[in-house]
């Protein structure tokens, strides 16, 4: 939620910066970036940075990027880390239908709820991920997933918060 | 997309209609393209190649900087007790020169029988060295990315090892950079056997750095804690001999190993050419592979 607004602190002379546009989705390109990081995990504990910043950018705001960007977004998110080409394309596509259909149910929202919902999408994220894995016969018990979620759902208010402040930031505020 | 309603405007409803229209247009071209990498995982090679090539030069100039501070830490360390380490080092020493003098002797021997025999050796052709610069993070599969790519020669399905042991098998290429899949990958099965005493294994990795390993022969469990398991070379893709895994737990029918070649400390690696092509191509003609993205 963008607490911001309560209190005005905008100086005269400033305002959006010129790339304000584009900044929501070079930020998830960045984070999708990130699988180019030299770690090398033999657990895959690490969280799905990519998909982490794309659902805080939208939970944030209704309109961070036009519907149609998911699609590039996600193909761009499977090319650098080595997921089947298409998954994520159908699973950004279907987060930003699916979080439409939620904000016209929801009455309110706050921090908790935020969390609930980053949570069961992130959920949703790994268990497909082990969903495809397995109809490639590559599949772990789901039980060596746990922690990998149990990471990614703690991580989730850590870059919320880091996406607030990008925001605030590309806004001028 | 924009509000729930967007007002009276004609031109606003348009607006949200077709983004609702988009959205939908992107789930069925994900779903398609999913059907269509997992069916035939080789039709994405190309642009699959072309993001290794943008990011595996990235992760390599990178890699550099870890390796050195990371070898700046360690290298400190073992100024730590260093004239007990010493002692421990020279005491190793020698008893090493004599196993390698008994190492010798049995290689002439083997030469010997080889030839009496009338054995035909296969060369071991390295294709090429590269480093491992990064890895697959945060999926349930096991992949690595080397720094050397189809302009160095290497192609999809060759063998990649280290000094220490075997890393897994190249299946995808770029031009300056390749994706391997790790031997603790699920699906990388790799024929093997145990080296203390020959029996024939098979090693199946666990999908979180470990690896699999059953006995061919169902009955008594053949493990041991600390055994060395080996590929066997049956298939034709994996040379023999090369050590895959160190066994760490056993469980009811078989045990855990941990990779020799520990992906995340293996320095350099190398890209061998497969052992028994004919045999290799005569394979994945009648099926392909399994757990190819």
Redesign the interface.
């Known amino acids: 939620m963008v607490r911001a607004a309560l209190t005005p602190t905008r100086r005269i002379g400033q305002g959006p910066s010129p790339i304000a546009a584009y900044v929501p989705a070079a930020t998830v390109v960045g984070a999708t970036?990130l699988?180019?990081?030299?770690?090398?995990?033999?657990?895959?504990?690490?969280?799905?940075?990519g998909y982490l910043v794309f659902i805080s950018w939208r939970l944030l705001r209704?309109?961070p990027w036009?519907?149609?960007w998911?699609?590039p977004l996600?193909f761009v998110n499977d090319?650098?880390?080595?997921?089947?080409?298409?998954?994520?394309?159908?699973?950004?596509?279907?987060t930003?239908?699916a979080l439409?259909l939620i904000?016209?149910r929801t009455m309110w929202r706050d921090y908790w709820v935020e969390w609930v919902l980053g949570a069961v999408l992130i959920a949703i994220d790994e268990w497909l991920?082990?969903r495809?894995?397995k109809?490639?016969?590559?599949?772990?018990p789901f039980a060596?997933?746990v922690p990998?979620l149990v990471i990614s759902i703690c991580l989730f208010p850590v870059i919320a918060w880091i996406i607030s402040r990008v925001d605030a930031r590309r806004l001028g505020r | 997309m924009a509000t729930a309603r967007p007002g009276w405007s004609r031109r606003a409803q348009y607006g949200l209609f077709f983004s609702f229209l988009a959205v939908i247009a992107g789930i069925i071209v994900g779903l398609i393209l999913l059907a269509l990498s997992l069916v035939a995982p080789s039709a994405f090679a190309n642009v699959r190649g072309a993001a290794l090539d943008v990011t595996g030069p990235i992760a390599g100039a990178l890699h550099e900087v870890t390796a050195t501070t990371s070898g700046v830490v360690t290298g400190a360390g073992n100024y730590w007790d260093a004239a007990s380490q010493n002692a421990q080092l020279k005491r190793q020493n020698k008893a090493m020169l004599q196993r390698m003098v008994e190492a010798r002797a049995i290689f002439q021997e083997n030469l010997q029988l080889k030839a009496t025999l009338q054995l035909r050796e296969h060369e071991r052709a390295t294709i090429a060295t590269g480093r491992i610069v990064g890895s697959s993070f945060n999926s349930p599969r096991r992949f690595a990315i080397l720094s050397i790519g189809s302009g160095d020669g290497v192609r999809v399905g060759m063998p990649v090892r280290s000094a220490d042991g075997l890393v897994g098998r190249i299946i995808d290429t770029g031009a300056l950079a390749s994706r391997v899949l790790l031997v603790s990958d699920r699906a990388n099965i790799v024929p093997a056997r145990l080296m203390r005493n020959g029996i024939p294994v098979i090693a199946q990795g666990r999908g979180d750095g470990t690896i699999d390993v059953r006995p061919l022969e169902v009955g008594r469990n053949p493990f041991k804690r600390g055994d060395i398991i080996i590929t066997s070379g049956t298939g034709g893709l994996y040379p023999p001999l090369v050590p895959i895994g160190r066994v760490v737990k056993l469980d009811d029918d078989g045990a855990v190993a941990l990779p020799v070649a520990d992906p995340s400390t293996t320095s350099f690696a190398i890209v061998e050419a497969p052992f028994e092509p004919a045999a290799v191509a005569a394979e994945s003609t009648a099926t392909a592979p399994p757990g190819t993205p």
């Open positions: 970036l699988a180019a990081l030299p770690i090398v995990s033999t657990s895959g504990w690490y969280p799905d940075f209704a309109d036009p519907a149609w998911a699609a996600g090319l650098f880390t080595g997921y089947p080409i298409g998954f994520s394309i159908a699973l950004w596509s279907a930003m239908l439409d904000d016209r991920q082990w495809v894995a109809l490639l016969d590559a599949a772990p060596r997933m990998a």
